[in-house]
């Protein structure tokens, strides 16, 4: 959505009402200490709280990054959105009337800010249809089998709003559109009715099911899950992707679980609807479902914003117990573990059994399935324990098979703490009881390591090389990679500080491509004008050209960082012909920038690909197969235009 500019009298309501607390509340964990709130700082690693949030000065400062601003600065940063869009996102939130100083161009806006609205609506309405549908005649044989089979009492089928869609075709359709009104484009955005193949009219996406709605961390209803009383499959059908829906960025119950998540310090992860719905039921309240059977890594990205040692156990169905079902269930979260960026632990439990049938049919269930919990193994241990068991390690050819395959998993840790502690694990595994061979079972399992390290990939190693012609050189060193990034860096800014015409551009490029700034003194410079772009926004709209002198007054606060950015300041020059060769100057650095991003994910990805083993980790071998020849086919592509760009941005050498 394109954002007109808007008045000063909007911003500065926003900036009013709009709570500090709140808003990084939402996203960071935070505990009272005196006067203030304290956190983990959601810009950088740690594990000491250096983030700290004031109510009284509506501000917040990491003493360990050196990020902080206000309440809008932080919306900026963490959802790396424009201030416009920020401003617009929390004035809906707190309803504030927006203006803009364009006022032809309000009613478009208001019309697009409207929309989202409209759907929330809807998906409301739909919501309360299918709660009154359920108490109905009609609804009778879903209440009996939530009641019966899922054994949900009154108090737990209000609270997650259960419902039930009538077996009928058009009858949320004619409740919708006719009897309330609501445009049928809109009901349709929203996932809930479908066009009929014929073309003449439209039928309700879900019928002759029990309703199970969605909500946002907000608690809004933004899409449904629908279970099938019959035979009709699927037997679960989610609604589509809309507007208000993103199923891999959604994670079912999070409204009701994020304050016990926090409280715990733990969260635990189901697959199912009413896995989630039977925990809550019984008093586990910091448990989520993953509409799926795969976690993504914006979901995980979504619960370690409440658990501070960033600890998750995944209960996914045991029916298929084992390394596959354990891969299948985790998806793209396993580089994290690796990685040591999240502790991850796997819940199975006996017999095959989720976790509605567990609490069911076990004597005492809530209080064993919280003894469970505590002692779930961590993933990699629970590898471990998978590939040695049924396995005779007094047989040579059993013992070597599962040596050999230790090592490929210890060589996919990559945090050095983390692997040392496994090489002693897995060297008490192998030893079976006979503490004396241990030390030398670790410099074994060492001696392995460094060995598959130094090993050059050959090319009977990797399926089809030749055929794939996989571009494993690298194009830039470091060296050149940084020297790229300091000239095109610093074009970027200084075209920024001197010619105001051009900012909303340099804006609008950085935060389409999804780009920032790699520089400490860059980055720095750049948290400080849109820092500034927040609190003197009123100036700057009238004097643009007063961003420098405000900029230099920070040199009191910040007498280093802005001693390193002095010389951007200044221009040795200004010609006409900079001014029109501007455009050109800036395609050709975010150019540049483009292509050190997809270099550093090119370099990212062959290295993981020449850690992997074709046989034993196909798909992802595919998959970072895939991501250099896309990585690299974009790199050729900004080669191309950098050279072709390069007579012309040797003409900027004298603001560089």
Known sequence: MQIPRLHPDTIAQVKERVDIVDIVSEQVVLRK?????????????????SFTVSPNKQMYYCFGCGAGGTAIKFLMEAGKQPFSEVVLDLARRYQIRVKTLEPE????????????????????????????????????????????????????????????????????????????GKPVQLVKDAGL???????????????????????????????????????????????PETLLFNKGKTLFALDKAYNAIADQDQAVVVEGYFDAIALHRVGIHNVVASLGTALSVDQMRLLLRYTESNQIILNFDADKAGTTAAERAIGEIADLAYKGQVQLRILNLPEGKDADDFLTHTPNGANQYQKLLQNAPLWLKWQIDQLLMGQDLKQANQYKQVAQEIVKLLYKIEEPNQQTYYIDYCAEKLSQGQTHLIPRLVENLQTQLRKLRRTPIKKDDKS?????????????????????????????????LHYPDYRQTIIETLDTKDLLFSLSPHRFLWRQILDLQTTAQATLFQHPEKLIALLQDRSIQFPEQMAQVEHLFHLNEKRVEDMIRTPLAIRTSIACLELVTWEKHKRYCLEQWQKLNMTTDYKRHQYYVKQIIEAHRHVQKLQQMRQINIFDIHKFAPII
Request: glycine residues 6%.
């Open 464 to 496: 089809n090389l030749n055929q794939q012609n996989l571009p494993v050189s690298i194009d830039l060193s470091l060296s050149q990679e940084q020297s790229l990034l300091q000239q095109a860096e610093a074009l970027l800014l200084r075209i920024y």
């Open 193 to 239: 009715i479908l066009p009929r193949k014929s073309g003449d009219g439209y039928y309700d996406r879900f019928r002759d099911r029990i309703m199970i709605p969605i909500h946002d961390r907000q608690g809004r209803v933004i899409g449904f899950g629908g279970r099938a009383l019959g035979d009709e499959l699927p037997k679960y059908l989610n609604s």
């Open 33 to 49: 200490r005196g006067k203030d709130y304290v956190g983990l700082c959601p810009f950088h690693d740690e594990k000491t709280p």
């Open 105 to 180: 161009q309000r009613q478009e806006l208001q019309r697009q800010l409207s929309l989202q609205e409209q759907l929330y609506e809807i998906v409301a309405l739909a919501a309360s249809f299918y709660q009154h549908a359920l108490r109905q005649p009609q609804g009778q044989q879903a209440l009996e089998y939530l009641q019966s089979q899922r054994h949900l009492g009154e108090e737990t089928i209000q609270q997650f709003q259960l419902g039930y869609a009538p077996a009928t075709w058009e009858t949320l359709y004619r409740y919708l559109v006719e009897q309330k």
